[in-house]
């Protein structure tokens, strides 16, 4: 094989192994969270085991239109492990949203006051509460970036701050996830 050859025999090999495969999202939210089958991996997934996770969100996209992906992040936790066997009532997922991602908790209300249009994210939210997801919104940022708590997607909890959330869920056996 000659040498510039090389990048197209490499994408292809990487469309080969698996790339190529399409994603899928669900059980768990159906809209969101899409994520690829893994077939036969080494490292076996203990379906027994509870999975107790925090995220904590504290940055989101630029673009006033785009999701957050990060927040998605918490569907494709719940939809990956679902899909590979572990009950649902096995899975616990917690947010905790801080700092530039508090705009991505509002209301579309709240939202297209302050950017002209709704919020990207109301449909995401809205499905990982429906999924159980305990989604915590830093009672500090809530201060610092003027969101209220009228301004907050209905069962949006506030804490007194996001360090203490994490700290009270990961006593709580919640395994932080740094994204």
Request: charged share 20%.
């Amino acid at each position: 094989m000659k040498i510039h050859h090389f990048p197209l025999f490499l994408l292809f090999f990487i469309g080969f192994l698996g790339f190529s495969q399409e994603k899928s999202a669900g059980p768990v939210i159906e809209e969101y969270g899409p994520v690829f089958k893994i077939e036969n991996p080494d490292f076996k997934t203990d379906t027994s085991q509870e999975f107790k996770v925090v995220f904590d969100v504290m940055d989101s996209p630029e673009s006033h239109t785009e999701i957050n992906k990060k927040l998605e992040t918490a569907a494709r936790f719940l939809n990956l492990h679902a899909q590979s066997g572990i009950p649902v009532e096995q899975l616990k997922a917690a947010l905790i949203v801080h700092n530039v991602a508090s705009k991505d908790i509002t209301t579309d209300e709240a939202y297209q006051k302050r950017f002209g249009m709704p919020n990207p994210n109301l449909g995401l939210i809205q499905a990982l509460l429906d999924a159980g997801v305990e989604v915590i919104y830093c009672g500090q940022s809530s201060m610092a970036r003027n969101f209220p708590k009228e301004d907050l997607i209905p069962g949006v909890k506030i804490a007194l701050s996001a360090m203490t959330a994490n700290i009270q869920l990961q006593n709580q056996g919640y395994r932080p996830i740094k994204l």
